[in-house]
């Protein structure tokens, strides 16, 4: 796809970070045309080096696995075209080691 047709593609759903666990999510999204699907992401705030996701098949619904994730760390994501260009960005915090023992342990001091 040239640089012409890559702008012209525009995200119309989403994007979506979903099936958060401790050490991955899954971030999806829905574009008006079919185009690339790249996703670069990192500990927040962070000098880490971006981590990438990418699937080189272009259609229209996007879903991504970002995969290697800390548990309870804020990550930072981008959306990127095939040039490199952003096209949008967000955040999302995985899970901690002891969120359900957390919980668990929650409710049973309100008893």
């Known amino acids: ?10 995200i119309v759903d989403g994007p979506r970070v979903d099936n958060i666990s401790g050490h991955s999510a899954t971030l999806d999204w829905t574009t ?3 185009g690339a699907n790249h996703v670069r992401y990192r500990v927040a ?10 699937h080189p098949g ?9 995969t290697g994730l800390e548990p309870g760390k804020t990550y930072e994501w981008q959306i990127l075209t095939r040039d490199g260009d952003l096209r949008k960005e967000g955040r999302f915090q995985t ?3 002891d969120d359900r023992d957390h919980d668990r342990d929650h409710d049973h001091d309100r008893r």
């Not at 796809?1 to 525009?10: G, L, P, Q, T």
């Not at 705030?45 to 990418?54: D, F, K």
């Not at 272009?58 to 970002?66: I, Y």
């Open 32 to 34: 008006n045309s079919a």
């Open 58 to 66: 272009g259609g229209t619904h996007h879903s991504l696995q970002l």
């Open 45 to 54: 705030g962070s000098n880490q080096p971006w981590r990438s996701a990418y």
């Open 1 to 10: 796809m040239d640089s012409a047709n890559e702008r012209a593609v525009h």
């Open 95 to 97: 899970r901690g080691h």
